[in-house]
């Protein structure tokens, strides 16, 4: 598997997905990482220019190159594992949501959701997630979901091994990029004149210092790319610097002193899965914090049309199984770094495991 790093040329935009002529607001603000579609589009338009293709005669005229990076209905011999933002030479992980805090900035105590005994609802009889208790003249816990934040990965694996991590630190948009409005216009290049009432305006993000997008892919030695390089990528087709590296990847939790009541599991890319029963009927869920529906969209280059939006369980949804200790070893061996659901090829549903402590 190898990672490239994409870091900007000038300010990106993947567009949010709300159709433009859409009710709501009237900026349109841009997604970050970007999805796993625009990066995969990019490089492999880049791959097929670097091999001179001549895109109105692909991929018949293609065949062996078509057999490796795919067409549009296809990804050939590309696999993909996931998109995350990298701060430095570090990979940022989504913030597991049975994380809670209470206090501000640097000053916050962290804690996790308490799984109660099951109980008699709408969902059945089921064990649901409450936050930890606070005197009456405290304030309440807070769910990390509303901060859509990120972790550093040796955070991560202690929240795997049923720890808090000593400083915790939560990384927020605000410390990957800034925001930076534009207005547009909608061209008619017959006329070479702007076309009437056709104004849109646009919140494109300009990264920070040391911030990239990296994205893991497979498959990708047969094109004999260069390790480095330049492509066009996101809306308005902003340039993209590129690094091809190897992928190392996320490590292993420890095993916690005490047995543990059971596994959890931390979803780190987008799921298209039912996420009552993410393992199908091999191991039933004893509870859930999974977060609001991720919408996703996109557009077809082929078709020259918008791809139909599709909702997806969001990255950092967390589910508990319970299980003995030697079922909670072994599942974290045979299940950490594997993935769950459908579209598996563009890398959704790729899962950490660890354990949950009594």
Not at 27 to 55: I, N
Not at 190 to 205: A, D, P, S
């Amino acid at each position: 598997m190898k990672e490239i790093h994409f870091s900007p040329i000038d300010t990106w935009f993947f567009k949010e997905a709300r159709p433009m002529g859409g009710f709501g607001g009237s900026e349109f603000s841009s997604v970050f990482p970007p999805p796993v579609r625009t990066l995969l589009g990019a490089l492999r338009t880049y791959a097929g220019d670097f091999h001179g293709v001549k895109w109105s005669a692909y991929p018949q005229e293609y065949p062996k190159l078509k057999e490796i990076m795919g067409d549009a209905h296809s990804l050939g011999k590309l696999r993909c594992g996931g998109v995350f933002p990298l701060l430095g030479k570090k990979r940022l992980y989504p913030t597991p949501l049975h994380l809670v805090f209470v206090g501000e900035g640097e000053n916050r105590t962290f804690s996790t959701m308490k799984i109660g005994e099951a109980i008699e609802c709408d969902l059945g009889k089921v064990c649901l997630p409450t936050l930890p208790k606070t005197p009456k003249d405290e304030p309440r816990y807070k769910s990390a979901a509303e901060l859509k934040s990120w972790i550093k990965e040796e955070d991560l694996l202690e929240i795997l091994s049923g720890n808090i991590p000593n400083n915790l630190k939560l990384i927020d948009g605000k410390e990957l990029f800034a925001n930076e409005s534009r207005v547009g216009i909608a061209r008619d290049n017959k006329k070479r004149v702007v076309k009437e009432g056709m104004l849109y305006q646009t919140r494109h993000i300009r990264l920070k210092e040391d911030v990239k997008a990296s994205f893991s892919l497979a498959g990708l030695e047969e094109l004999n790319l260069p390790e480095t390089g330049v492509c066009r990528l996101g809306g308005e087709g902003r340039g993209a610097f590129f690094e091809i590296k190897t992928q190392t990847p996320l490590r292993s939790p420890r095993k916690p002193k005490d047995a543990p009541r059971g596994v959890i599991v931390v979803l780190l890319t987008q799921a298209l899965l039912d996420p009552k029963a993410p393992f199908g009927e091999a191991y039933k869920v004893s509870s859930a914090c999974v977060g609001k529906a991720l919408r996703e969209g996109g557009y077809d280059m082929k078709n020259n049309s918008s791809r139909t939006a599709q909702s997806y369980v969001p990255a950092g949804s967390v589910w508990f199984v319970e299980l003995g200790t030697n079922e909670a070893e072994a599942f974290v061996q045979q299940w950490h770094g594997k993935q769950l659901g459908d579209e598996q090829e563009l890398g959704r549903g790729l899962i950490a495991c660890g354990y949950w402590k009594k």
